[in-house]
C-alpha cells in the first residue's frame, strides 16, 4: 500500500506459478490431514485446516449481491495483501502455507466483565456460520466480490460483555518472525493492527471470518479467523487474529502509524475523499478490463451512514 499505486496493478500479477504452488502447498496439507479439497463435510470440531469444506453453512439470502459476480476462488488465494508474508501481491500464496493455525487462541480482553481467552474452534462454534457475498474494495483501486463464511462480531462482543469504558476494539494480528518472513521486515510497525468504534463493531455487517467459499479459510487469506468489514477499505479487515482488545481511546492502526497522512481511522470507502497519491472515484473489479465508478461506503450506504451521521468524512477519513 504504501509502496504500489493502482495503476501500477496488471492482472498478469496473478501468477500461474504462485497460483500453482500454494495450491499444491494447500493440496498438500489437506491430504496429509486426510481432507481432500473435495471431501464431503466434517464436523466443525475436526476440522483442523484450511481448504477443509465447512459442514451445513446456508447463505444468508440479505446479502447475496444480486447481479454481481463472484471472483473465481483462484483469484481470491492467489492475489493477496498480508505484508506479514511479503508486499507483493503473490508473496503470500507463496510462503503463507507453513503459517501453523492450530493451536490458535484469540484472547478477548480489556474493558470486558467476561473476559476470555477462545481456541479458535471453539471460537467458530460460538454462533451458526452463515455465507454472506460481500464486496471488497482494497485502497489501492481494485476490488473482488467473495462468499466469505462467518457470524456477526456482535455475537463475540455479546459473550464477553463490553463495561461503559469500551468506546473501541483493537484486533491485533499475528506477528511471528519464525512463520512469516515479511515481519523481518520494518515495512510497518508489527504487529498489525486495527480499530473500530465499539458501534461499527457492533454494526450487523461486521464479519468475525473463518472461511470462504464453503471453506476454512486459506493461511494467506487470513486463517483462522479475520474481520472483514465491507464498507471499509481492505485494510481494516485484519487477517490471522490474535487479540481483540476493548479500549477506551481510539487505537492507532499500523497503517496510522506507518503514514498518517495516507491511512486514517475510518478509513471508509468513499469515492470523494482521495488519497494523497491516487484518486478514489472509482476502482477495478479484478477479472473485468475497464473502471467501475466507487460507491460510498462501497454500495453498503443504506446500512452504515447512520454510523457517521453529521461526521466530517474529510475530516474523519
Ligand atoms: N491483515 C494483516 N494481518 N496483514 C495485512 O497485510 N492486509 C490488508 C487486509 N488485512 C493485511 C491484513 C489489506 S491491505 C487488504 S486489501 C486485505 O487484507 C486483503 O485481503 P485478501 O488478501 O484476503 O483479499
Known amino acids: 500500500m504504501l509502496i504500489r499505486r493502482a495503476s501500477d496493478i496488471v492482472p498478469s500479477e496473478v501468477t500461474p506459478e504462485s497460483l500453482f504452488r500454494a495450491r499444491r502447498t494447500w ?50 488465494r492467489s492475489y493477496c495483501n498480508f505484508y506479514e508474508f511479503g508486499s ?97 521486515s520494518g515495512i510497518l510497525d508489527w504487529p498489525y493492527t486495527e480499530g473500530l468504534r ?28 479475520r474481520m472483514v468489514l465491507p464498507w471499509k477499505y481492505g485494510f481494516k479487515s485484519a487477517k490471522s487474529i490474535v487479540r481483540i482488545r476493548f479500549v477506551e481511546h481510539e487505537p492507532r492502526s499500523a497503517w496510522m502509524k506507518a503514514n498518517p497522512t495516507e491511512y486514517g481511522f475510518y478509513a471508509n470507502v468513499n469515492p470523494n475523499v482521495d488519497h494523497p497519491r491516487w484518486s478514489q472515484a472509482s476502482e477495478r473489479r479484478l477479472g473485468e478490463f475497464g473502471k467501475r465508478k466507487t460507491l460510498l461506503f462501497n454500495g453498503y450506504g443504506e446500512q452504515v451512514a447512520s454510523l457517521y451521521a453529521g461526521m466530517d468524512l474529510q475530516k474523519f477519513y
Not at 485446516?49 to 483469484?75: D, F, I, M, S
Not at 462454534?125 to 467473495?146: D, N, T
Not at 465499539?198 to 487470513?222: C, I, K, R, S, V
Open 198 to 225: 465499539l458501534d461499527e463493531a457492533m454494526h450487523p455487517l461486521a464479519l468475525l471470518t473463518f472461511g470462504a467459499y464453503g471453506e476454512m479459510l486459506a493461511p494467506q487469506n487470513g486463517a483462522p479467523v
Open 27 to 76: 493440496l498438500g496439507r489437506a491430504a496429509l490431514l486426510g481432507v481432500a479439497a473435495a471431501a464431503p463435510a466434517l464436523p466443525l470440531a475436526s476440522v483442523m485446516a484450511q481448504g477443509a469444506r465447512l459442514a451445513g453453512v446456508k447463505p444468508n439470502p440479505h446479502y447475496a449481491l444480486a447481479g454481481e459476480k463472484t471472483n473465481p476462488v483462484t483469484e481470491f
Open 88 to 184: 507483493s501481491k503473490s508473496d503470500p500464496a507463496q510462503y503463507a502455507g507453513t503459517l501453523k493455525l492450530r493451536p490458535w487462541t484469540v484472547a478477548v480482553e480489556g474493558a470486558v466483565l467476561k473476559p476470555r481467552t477462545f481456541d479458535v474452534d471453539e471460537l467458530m462454534r460460538l454462533a451458526a456460520l452463515e455465507e454472506r457475498v460481500y464486496r471488497l474494495r482494497c485502497v489501492e483501486g481494485w476490488s473482488m466480490v467473495i462468499p466469505w463464511v462467518g457470524f456477526p462480531l456482535s455475537a463475540l462482543i455479546q459473550q464477553v460483555q463490553p463495561t461503559g469504558q469500551a468506546k473501541y476494539v483493537e484486533f491485533t494480528t499475528l506477528a511471528d518472525r519464525a512463520q512469516m518472513p515479511g515481519v523481518r
